[in-house]
């Protein structure tokens, strides 16, 4: 942590990546995660904002739990299932004996109801031709209905809109959301958690996959390990608990259902085409108006100029998640200590972004890959004919990791690896790469499903 960085939003036992990947102290990946440290520290601080808060009055402890159950099912990932659903198990409890375990069939059925291989989607931007058609999904069983209720049915169908069709996310979408009882700050949330799960979920396969202990779909667990992970979820649930009583809350109290509604459709110039030019962007909810911004939501920014952004100022409505992700992203795309050259850590970004449709986010990065170094023209022959291109041996194996990591479930595997071994990268550049192509899945999702670029 750098000297002007609080401590996380809270605490727990243990950094959960390094449990779900399985990594011990003192091995090699170990020592990689810690040369990034403040990605370590802070991508565990964003999952404490998420799910060791302090406030629960716009989503609740077991709403959080059983969406990340949800997600972890659509990636296929076992020590993620494992640890999620020993979570909502944990967190159910709270709102009366055995909640916990009759909700969670209903989301293991749902998850494998809801499951594909991702993503999916139309582009449409017309340098584009891979649009793919994928299976939507909605809670449609009466006793799912029932025993999900309203707020948390949505929840669900935003989870795997999401994780599976980012592409197409839709204003509509969130007035869905806004129906179902949700507020505009609770819509927030639900989707930084979403998405921060999909950042997660990729950075644990992709560092399993560099010590070869992915656990295939299926597969159980070595003997112990969800023993271990079900009790490292009680301290979880347990931290959460004393953390919202800390903060004069009760983890029994539901959230009451909102009547907000989506405000007037903005007026955008939407661009035309993947493109490295300057864009801008404008929601479909509100942003929290700068004038209610106090200290702590400024201290979210990091950066202060950011409330002169729509984007961050939305964001802002869950001001601890803002700042655990800001400070992720600076030290995942700008720590100078050796490893992968910040071109290159762009490059993976901008393919990210051009698999998942993000048209925005290709054109920051894009552009920031050729000003730090890469040929304009190479980048914008990835931009225009899509992430099959090939530019360079070395750049064409970040590109490749970057798009199996991208897929869901996860493709990445020792294929990949191989190829940025052959290409000259190490462990610390390997994980560089990694945690650059899977921050863009996070950041994706996130401005593809609560807003659209505008010219």
Not at 10 to 22: H, P, Q, R, W
Not at 154 to 169: N, T
Request: aromatic residues 6%; contains cysteine; proline residues 5%.
């Amino acid at each position: 942590m750098t000297s002007t960085d609080a401590a996380p939003a809270g605490t727990t036992t243990a950094d959960i990546i390094d449990a779900l990947a399985d990594i011990s102290g003192g091995d090699a990946l170990d020592a990689a995660r810690r040369r990034r440290h403040d990605a370590r520290e802070h991508a565990q601080g964003s999952f404490a904002a998420f799910f060791v808060p302090d406030d629960v009055t716009q989503v609740s402890l077991a709403e959080r739990a059983a969406v990340a159950l949800f997600v972890a099912r659509l990636h296929e990932q076992e020590a993620a299932i494992a640890f999620y659903g020993a979570l909502l198990r944990e967190t159910g409890r709270d709102l009366g004996a055995g909640a916990g375990e009759a909700l969670e069939p209903f989301i293991v059925a749902e998850a494998a109801r809801a499951s594909g291989q991702g993503p999916f989607g139309a582009f449409r931007a017309e340098n584009v031709s891979e649009s793919t058609t994928g299976p939507e999904y909605r809670v449609s069983s009466v006793d799912a209905a029932y025993a999900l209720g309203d707020r948390l049915a949505a929840a669900l169908e935003h989870a795997h809109l999401l994780v599976l069709h980012p592409r197409d996310g839709s204003r509509g979408a969130l007035g869905t959301l806004l129906d179902a009882g949700w507020s505009t700050t609770g819509v927030v949330t639900i989707s930084q958690l979403i998405s921060f799960l999909t950042f997660q979920l990729r950075v644990v396969h992709g560092l399993g996959a560099v010590r070869g202990s992915v656990v295939a779909p299926g597969v159980a667990l070595e003997p112990g390990r969800s023993e271990a992970l079900a009790e490292l979820a009680g301290s979880v649930a347990r931290a959460a608990e004393a953390r919202v009583a800390a903060a004069g809350g009760s983890v029994t109290t539901l959230p009451e259902h909102a009547t907000e509604t989506l405000p007037a459709a903005p007026s955008v110039h939407e661009p035309p085409r993947f493109t490295q030019d300057q864009l801008g962007w404008k929601s479909w909810i509100e942003p929290l108006p700068a004038a209610d911004f106090t200290e702590r939501h400024y201290a979210a920014l990091v950066e202060r100029d950011r409330v002169h952004m729509p984007y961050f100022r939305l964001l802002a409505r869950d001001p601890e998640a803002l700042r655990e992700r800001t400070l992720t992203d600076l030290d995942i795309f700008h720590n100078p200590d050796a490893g992968l050259p910040r071109a290159e850590r762009e490059l993976a970004a901008a393919a990210a972004s051009r698999f998942n449709g993000c048209v925005f986010c290709a054109s920051v990065h894009a552009r920031a890959a050729s000003e730090n170094g890469l040929a304009w023209d190479d980048v914008q022959r990835v931009l225009d004919e899509g992430v099959s291109a090939r530019v360079s041996t070395r750049l064409d194996a970040v590109i490749d990791a970057t798009v199996a990591l991208t897929a869901t479930p996860i493709r990445f595997g020792a294929a990949h690896l191989d190829a940025l071994r052959d290409a000259g990268l190490d462990e610390l550049s390997q994980l560089d790469a990694i945690q650059a192509g899977s921050f863009f899945n996070w950041a994706n999702r996130l401005m593809l499903s609560l807003g659209e670029p505008s010219v």
